[in-house]
């Protein structure tokens, strides 16, 4: 039995460890799930499209939400404004779907302050010379670029103690099925299963 519920799910790890394309065949693969849309004030990357990689917004637009109290978290990475929408997580929520928020390490404290059930992974490469060399095979960074990226997530790594599990991304399809079994267990957890548990204490009891 599955506690009907949805889970916040924050998902967080460097940049190259594939994170994005883990989350979207995890939603491809299983039902249940529903991919939180950030909004951002980056440009749009080739192929990107507003609403469905993330809400591109102007700086003065994603500053007039955080004064709406319209995002759950923000933060700001490598010169942006990252955030979450507040309206739809809480209403995907309600209908029981388990939602995944791909963010950074500062925005995921944050929800772990508003939501303490959420739960945290963290998404890593084997090791850092891999993960160099996913950053430098996307083509689309220069050197400079790559060496930044290097630098945030030796920073990150010392905040990884915060999650509650560290996912390696070696191989795509054996991490997918990790993280929904991951997930999964976490519908099971007493924390989660309150009114189960008075439930069985009260018929017991009774007997």
């Known amino acids: 039995m599955r506690n009907n519920e949805g889970i916040l799910?924050?998902?967080?790890?460097?940049?190259g460890?594939?994170?994005?394309?883990?989350?979207?065949?995890?939603?491809?693969?299983?039902?249940?799930?529903?991919?939180?849309?950030?909004?951002?004030?980056?440009p749009p990357r080739p192929g990107e499209e507003d609403g469905r990689e993330y809400f591109f917004l102007s700086r003065e637009q994603f500053e007039k939400r955080i004064a709406e109290h319209a995002l759950i978290e923000h933060a700001e990475y490598c010169g942006n404004y990252y955030g979450t929408p507040r309206d739809y997580v809480e209403k995907k929520l309600s209908e029981g779907r388990d939602v995944i928020l791909e963010i950074e390490i500062q925005g995921a404290l944050k929800i772990k302050e508003q939501y303490p059930d959420a739960l945290l992974l963290f998404v890593s490469t084997p090791d850092a010379a891999e993960l160099r060399r996913?950053?430098?095979?996307?083509?689309?960074?220069?050197?400079e670029v790559i060496q930044k990226r290097l630098c945030r997530a030796a920073r990150e790594a010392e905040g990884i103690e915060i999650y509650d599990y560290i996912v390696i991304n070696d191989d795509l399809e054996t991490c997918v099925k990790e993280?929904?079994?991951i997930i999964a267990a976490a519908h099971?957890?007493?924390?989660?299963?309150?009114?189960?548990?008075k439930k069985m204490r009260r018929e017991l009891e009774e007997n």
């Not at 939603?27 to 991919?35: I, R, S, W």
């Not at 099971?188 to 548990?197: V, Y």
């Open 134 to 143: 996913r950053l430098s095979g996307r083509g689309t960074e220069t050197e």
């Open 179 to 181: 993280l929904h079994g």
């Open 9 to 15: 799910i924050v998902v967080s790890g460097f940049s």
């Open 188 to 197: 099971h957890a007493p924390g989660r299963n309150g009114e189960f548990i």
């Open 17 to 42: 460890a594939g994170k994005g394309t883990l989350m979207k065949r995890l939603v491809e693969e299983y039902e249940g799930y529903a991919l939180s849309i950030s909004a951002t004030t980056r």
